[in-house]
């Protein structure tokens, strides 16, 4: 899985951007919790070759991105957590040990 990290707020706009082409996820994850680090590798284990643009937020460095996003989407905070980002909203938000890949790529495929 190739990640984008995902280190400020004109990435941000870029996602929102993008997400007009192609589906843009964002995983929030905590480095310091055991839950999000069992997360990130199921996804890396059950990536599929999609379209779906996949993009890491550091939760610990970028605190502020972080909250930038709950507003922006207007999505409860959690970690970890993923969002669906397509034509420029918040389609699909999953946390924790409900964070499953077939499930991700299930919603991306939606037409809106």
């Known amino acids: 899985m190739n ?8 990435q941000l706009d870029s996602i929102v951007l ?3 082409q192609k589906p843009q996820l964002i995983f929030k994850h905590s480095t310091r919790c ?3 680090s069992m997360i990130r590798s199921r996804l890396e ?4 070759d999609t379209g779906i643009d ?4 550091d939760l610990l ?6 909250n930038m996003i709950a507003e922006r989407f207007q999505v409860h905070h959690e970690s970890p957590q993923v969002l669906l980002i397509r034509n420029g909203e918040c389609v699909y938000e999953e ?13 991306a495929s939606l037409v809106s």
């Open 45 to 48: 284990k059950t990536a599929p």
């Open 34 to 36: 055991s839950i999000s």
């Open 18 to 20: 993008n997400s007009a």
């Open 95 to 107: 946390s924790h040990n409900g964070i499953h890949m077939d499930e991700i790529v299930e919603q």
């Open 61 to 66: 460095q970028f605190r502020s991105l972080s």
């Open 54 to 57: 996949f993009y890491y937020l």
């Open 3 to 10: 990640w984008i990290d995902l280190t400020s707020e004109e």
